[in-house]
């Protein structure tokens, strides 16, 4: 009987470490650099062009390939200029119009990462 549980427990494990592997894949981490990031940088970087910033929080980032991933997202926006604090966690974002919290959450949540809080500005 005691063989079952310990087996039991093995394949919970196995599950669940099997499962954040792949929730990891999805969010664009690499886990070692295995996938290449098409990095798009923001064609105007001329800051006085930028009369709006948000600097948001961003969840699961945890790699370069993370940080690439995320500014990539923000910088295929017309308009817009990210820039990514891995320490920190955050993005800064300009933006030469003003958008909204809404608008800057689907950005990053479509590049697969979450966002824990927004805070707006104008500059």
């Known amino acids: 009987m005691g063989n079952y549980i310990i087996i039991g427990l093995v394949i919970v494990i196995i599950y669940f470490a099997v499962q954040s592997v792949i929730k990891r894949g999805k969010n664009g981490c690499c886990g070692g650099g295995s996938c290449s990031v098409h990095e798009v940088k923001a064609e105007d970087q001329d800051l006085s062009h930028y009369p709006f910033k948000a ?3 961003v969840e699961d980032m945890h790699c370069e390939n993370c940080k690439k991933k995320v500014e990539s997202a923000l910088n295929a926006v ?3 200029w990210g820039k990514v604090d891995l320490k920190s966690k955050t993005a800064e974002v300009r933006m030469k119009e003003e958008h909204t919290e809404m608008e800057i959450r689907e950005w ?3 590049a697969g990462y979450g966002v824990s809080h927004v805070e707006l500005e104008k500059i």
């Open 55 to 57: 600097v948001v929080t």
């Open 108 to 110: 990053i949540n479509k």
């Open 78 to 80: 017309h308009g817009v």
